[in-house]
């Protein structure tokens, strides 16, 4: 698989898990007053589709599906110093992990960290445990 590929990003996720020291991880109460402060960048690593329906506000798309696509202007306008924190959907999608890999290690970026807890965690936290379902985009 084209280590770009959705698939691909999935394969190099599990490869990381068991090569690499621990990822840095956030939980959504460090990364919150970050984000308000615009110490980080917040990167939604889910398919552009899901990221148009439903994002955490203050968040930037950067797909797995379209990363080919979406790295050069993504990397032009966030330099390799800026502290990005990636998250997918939950603790379940690997698609944060191989996405946060991918731009350490082949993007160059000095500081990338991880929010396992990922859109789910948000939810809860921001919409209350009783939220089963997303508020739609207007």
Do not use: N
């Amino acid at each position: 698989y084209d280590a770009v590929s959705p698939l691909g990003l999935h394969t190099l996720a599990l490869a990381a898990v068991a090569a690499e020291k621990p990822a840095v991880t956030m939980t959504w109460q460090e990364v919150k007053p970050l984000l308000a402060k615009g110490e980080v960048v917040l990167v939604d690593a889910r398919r552009d589709f899901v990221f148009k329906d439903e994002a955490i506000p203050g968040a930037v798309s950067l797909p797995v599906d379209m990363f080919g696509e979406k790295i050069g202007e993504f990397a032009a306008t966030y330099p390799k110093t800026t502290t990005l924190v990636v998250y997918c959907q939950s603790s379940r999608c690997g698609f944060a992990h191989g996405l946060a890999k991918w731009l350490r290690e082949k993007s160059g970026y000095l500081d990338v960290r991880e929010m396992p807890g990922g859109y789910v965690e948000w939810m809860r936290a921001e919409l209350g445990e009783a939220t089963t379902t997303a508020p739609k985009k207007p």
